[in-house]
T-cell receptor
Framework: GDSVTQTEGPVTVSESESLIINCTYSATSIAYPNLFWYVRYPGEGLQLLLKVITAGQKGSSRGFEATYNKETTSFHLQKASVQESDSAVYYC??????????FGLGTRVSVFP | EAAVTQSPRNKVAVTGGKVTLSCNQTNNHNNMYWYRQDTGHGLRLIHYSYGAGSTEKGDIPDGYKASRPSQENFSLILELATPSQTSVYFC????????????FGPGTRLLVL
């Protein structure tokens, strides 16, 4: 079956430092799945951060970026300078066209001032 | 206004009892999904639906039934609840297009004693 592996948390980083959360995937039923990053901020529900559906393309949102790399089957999430408000749990996920998402375990990120 | 709502938000059930978790969406999406989240497993797909009257098995359907009586509503039914079904359950709706983005409800915390 499909699987997603991401950086094991918790990750602690200081404000204005850079952040990278690694994500690699394995998709057995389709060559090029759609890739997503979801985020859950404290006290809020799970929401889409960004998505990329074309291999080689980059998605960005709220200062975060992720590039769909089909050669390395990776979709790492990066931000150059984090803020305290970026403290959240981040989930990498893939889907095979409307058959539900396969999630990684989530990475808890804490940003300290 | 929240587009995906779930009820109840918290539920305590007894082993062997019947539990129904309800989900309502106002996104007018064709696709709806039920996931559960457990420590060490991330979110896992239980059932999904492509529209009113349809239900499909996800990755972990055993012990669960689903019902989609209308475009807006999607229920998850535990006919004989067991302690192993203690979890947090999330409903989502999806637009069904290629690159299906899913929109999640706030979750239902279920405890089976």
């Amino acid at each position: 079956g499909d699987s997603v592996t991401q950086t094991e948390g918790p990750v602690t980083v200081s404000e204005s430092e850079s952040l990278i959360i690694n994500c690699t995937y394995s998709a057995t039923s389709i060559a090029y799945p759609n890739l997503f990053w979801y985020v859950r901020y404290p006290g809020e529900g799970l929401q889409l951060l960004l998505k990329v559906i074309t291999a080689g393309q980059k998605g960005s949102s709220r200062g975060f970026e992720a590039t769909y790399n089909k050669e390395t089957t990776s979709f790492h999430l990066q931000k150059a300078s984090v803020q305290e408000s970026d403290s959240a749990v981040y989930y990498c996920a893939l889907n095979n066209y409307a058959q539900g998402l396969t999630f990684g375990l989530g990475t808890r990120v804490s940003v300290f001032p | 206004e929240a587009a995906v709502t779930q009820s109840p938000r918290n539920k305590v059930a007894v082993t062997g009892g019947k539990v129904t978790l309800s989900c309502n969406q106002t996104n007018n999406h064709n696709n709806m999904y039920w996931y559960r989240q457990d420590t060490g497993h991330g979110l896992r797909l239980i059932h999904y639906s492509y529209g009113a009257g349809s239900t499909e098995k996800g990755d972990i359907p055993d012990g669960y039934k689903a019902s989609r009586p209308s475009q807006e509503n999607f229920s998850l039914i535990l006919e004989l609840a067991t302690p192993s079904q203690t979890s947090v359950y999330f409903c989502a709706s999806g637009d069904g297009d290629w690159g299906d983005t899913q929109y999640f409800g706030p979750g239902t915390r279920l405890l089976v004693l």
